[in-house]
């Protein structure tokens, strides 16, 4: 069954379920509005059980959300009742085929109660009670084991970004045909990770692996694009295609030879020309496809233009780029400039973004740049620093009021004991950083022998 009539089902439902607490916050369960609104909800969710037996609704940050991904579409109409399942703990109902319209009806009640107030787990006890097994609340996880989850979804969806790359390159240079179905799952499992948590999805892409770049870095370009887009687009779709197309924007390199891409000194002339090339002979492969987004072609041939099209390749006509291009670029580099590769050593982030800083209105989109630097701090998610009191921290969480002084997590204490329960603290909050702590420098966590995936 196609995946957009199974979500268009559930946001009629989610619609009209939202319709049904509204109304039965006003008026007592009899009244005609309450009735003929039930009658509407069971008769949506007898079209969806025609093809689901159950439907999970999830509560994700005060939205409803179906298989991880909120339904931003809707969002105007249901936000207010998502927002007060939020606020009764609740993170996902599951509604289950053979609903009768009564137990519906108690349900509603329940949820509507305003003397009882009951929250997640008080629900699920009262429908227990009432013998209601076609309806499930789960209570929201506590914030550490919250934080657990979401890691582990994210480093799924991270290691599996890498092995779907490992397969697109290895089809290209097989000559076959790009798997585009691989291509378009990990596009969207990027896009809904960046939904439900950007931190630890940025995070994952400061922490990877310094041997496999090639796979690597179209994964993190990924992440870092579609996070700096979530901040001006909001169409799920887009998000979508710019994922993919951030995925394959190097794909040009597989028709470069690997010793010239890993070659560990300067290119001559000759292998640099060869190099640029890379951003057409992309183009031309996903041209080659039967199906391709236009998107993702115009992204794989503009990544190195540059904002003032100073870049390669050049280009006769001085059209501006495509808004997109400009995102890519800015996380293409920021990716490449911050990654350990056989000819070069890494730049810290914060040596990075001072750089990047330098090229602004030349190299990159000023306004992006701008927003770019909010969403990631001096010190992005991820890196590991040294405080002023010679304590350790991990960055957790940018402030785009005070660059300098992100929300951190303390590990490592100042006589260099590792804490049994390390202390989150936002180190622009006057009151929970009452010593003055900031941050000196970020430390390459080798140097000390720490994971910092231990501790996002
Ligand atoms: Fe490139
Ligand atoms: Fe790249």
Known sequence: MDQAIIKQLVKVFVKNFS??????????????????????????LKEAFNILPEIYLDILEGQFAYEGIPLYEIKHIVEKVAQMLESKAIKCICFKIGLSPQNLSLFVQMLSDKI?????????????????????????RDKKEDNKHTLL??????????????????????????????????AQDITSLIAQDSCSSLALAALRSYDEYTFTHSTNVAILSVALA?????????????????????????????????????LNPDEWQLMQQHPLLGAQILEQQATMDELSIIIASQHHMKYDL???????????????????NICDIYDAITSRRPYK????????????????????????????????????????????????????????TALLLPQ?????????????????????????????????????????GIDPLDFI
Do not use: W
Not at 19 to 42: I, R
Not at 312 to 325: D, E, K
């Open 19 to 44: 319709l049904l607490l509204t109304e039965s916050g006003l008026y007592p369960p009899h009244h005609p509005n309450v009735v003929a609104q039930t009658h509407q909800t069971l008769a949506a």
């Open 116 to 140: 009882k107030h009951l929250n997640a787990e008080g629900l699920q006890s009262e429908l227990g009670k009432a013998n209601i097994a076609s309806i499930i609340v789960e209570k929201k």
């Open 153 to 186: 979804e994210a480093n799924k969806v991270y290691g599996g970004s890498i092995e779907a790359n490992k397969l697109i390159y290895s089809a290209i240079q097989a000559g076959k045909v790009l798997p585009l179905d691989v291509v378009d799952k990990v």
């Open 230 to 266: 979530t901040t001006v687009i909001e169409d799920p779709l887009l998000l979508n295609r710019l994922a993919r197309a951030a995925i394959l924007h190097d794909i040009g390199k597989t028709k470069i030879p690997l010793k010239i891409l890993n070659k560990p000194d300067k």
């Open 310 to 328: 100073s870049g390669y390749p050049r280009i006769q006509h001085l059209a501006p780029l495509h808004p997109l291009s400009l995102i890519v």
């Open 345 to 400: 050593n890494s730049l810290p982030c914060d040596k990075a973004l001072a750089f990047m800083m330098r090229l602004i209105g030349c190299d990159f989109d000023p306004a992006f740049f701008k927003i770019f630097v909010q969403m990631m701090g001096v010190y992005p998610p991820g890196s590991l620093v040294r405080l002023n009191t010679r304590e350790f921290a991990i960055t957790k969480r940018a402030r785009p």
């Open 408 to 448: 951190v997590k303390i590990i490592i204490d100042a006589s260099g004991q590792l804490l049994a329960d390390p202390l989150l603290i936002d180190l622009s909050d006057n009151e929970q950083n009452n010593t003055g702590r900031n941050i000196e420098e970020v430390v390459e966590p080798s140097t000390i």
